[in-house]
């Protein structure tokens, strides 16, 4: 167990729908990251967060969209879903102190289908 | 750019045999790090290098964080059915973001 959670574990969902996955980083971790993961294909970064505030964007799409709150939990919006958009979605956390990144910890993952 | 080339793409062993793959790069890093996943879960952190040079083990894992520091190994000995998966290695330059390979399947055959 990494100590990082994600909710839902599953989620089926219309094309066209908005979801929103949610992610818990481990205590004491201040850095949150999104990866999205096709299948059978490596680890695309979408976004960080750090104590709050958006760090880092990779490949995004505009009908996403993150944000990290107060208590340091993550939400990741995906709206107007297409098919493509069908992937395992990950959270890892990761402690970033003194402004060195740390080793980065992962979520179980959030399994999003789009019919 | 900070590509990472992960070799090989794919692995079939037989169980009890020794396990290598390796990770490299144009650019350096200076941090090395080894994940394996299993099917449908998250990535799991198995060894994490800070120095070039730096020899870990982690059980029957071994790695290595390349001299040069653009490269890096990951040893596998005595593979058993659950050493079944796919291994990404990670690279960082700090305050670049973290980069992933592309990923080593193995399979292992009792």
């Known amino acids: 167990d990494s100590g990082v959670t994600q909710t839902p574990k599953h989620l089926i969902t219309a094309t066209g729908q908005r979801v929103t996955l949610r992610c818990s980083p481990r205590?004491?971790?201040?850095?949150v990251y999104w990866y999205q993961q096709s299948l059978d294909q490596g680890l695309q970064f979408l976004i960080q967060?750090?104590?709050?505030?958006?760090?880092a964007k990779g490949n995004i799409l505009e009908r996403f969209s993150a944000q990290q709150f107060p208590d340091l939990h993550s939400e990741l919006n995906l709206s107007s879903l297409e098919l493509g958009d069908s992937a395992l979605y990950f959270c890892?956390?990761?402690?970033?102190?003194?402004?060195?990144?740390?080793?980065?910890?992962f979520g179980p993952g959030t399994r999003l289908t789009v019919t | 750019g900070q590509q990472l080339n992960q070799s090989p793409q794919s692995m079939f062993i037989q169980e009890g045999e020794d396990v290598s793959m390796n990770c490299t790069s144009s650019?350096?890093?200076?941090?090395w790090l080894w994940y394996k996943q299993d099917p449908g879960e998250g990535p799991v952190l198995l060894i994490a290098l800070y120095k070039a040079g730096e020899l870990t083990s982690n059980g029957r894992l071994t790695a290595q964080f390349g001299i040069t520091r653009k490269d890096s190994f990951l040893n596998i000995s005595a593979s058993i059915p659950s050493d079944v998966g796919i291994y990404f290695c990670a690279g960082q330059l700090f305050p670049l973001l973290m980069r992933f390979g592309a990923g080593t399947r193995l399979t292992v055959k009792p």
């Open positions: 890892a956390s990761s402690v970033t102190s003194g402004g060195v990144e740390g080793e980065q910890y």
């Open positions: 650019s350096i890093f200076n941090t």
């Open positions: 205590s004491g971790d201040l850095s």
């Open positions: 967060y750090y104590n709050g505030e958006e760090r």
